[in-house]
């Protein structure tokens, strides 16, 4: 059993949408990323996303709203729900999710990582 400091873990992060694994509880894989820009439209039949704005702000796409995250603040996007998220700047988050739940959810392309690697 160790702390982990996410400042010191989001310094070895050097891609943006890019998921690092700092930790695992009960099934559920602890990951952050730093973001910028727009990433796609997925879903995630079976996995709901929980996702916690650190540093920046992001938005929270939904086909019928958007869901503005300012630091500090925090989403789940329930199973099954579309979703896009964007950051106009740099962002830094922390999500939660099932473990092996793909990044791109029922999308597999270029941004879908299949094996996230662990910080």
Not at 79 to 86: A, I
Request: proline share 3%; glycine share 6%; charged share 30%.
């Amino acid at each position: 059993m160790t702390k982990v400091n996410l400042s010191q873990k989001f310094n070895l992060v050097d891609e943006f949408w890019s998921p690092r694994i700092v930790g695992e509880l009960n099934g559920q894989a602890v990951k952050i990323a730093k973001i910028k820009g727009q990433f796609i439209w997925h879903s995630h039949e079976n996995e709901d996303e929980f996702f916690l704005v650190v540093k920046g702000a992001m938005v929270i796409r939904l086909r019928e709203r958007d869901v503005t995250l300012n630091e500090g603040e925090f989403f789940v996007v329930p199973r099954g729900v579309e979703h896009k998220p964007v950051a106009e700047k740099e962002a830094h988050i922390v999500m939660f999710e099932p473990t092996g739940t793909l990044n791109t959810g029922d999308v597999n392309n270029e941004r879908t990582i299949e094996k996230v690697k662990r910080i």
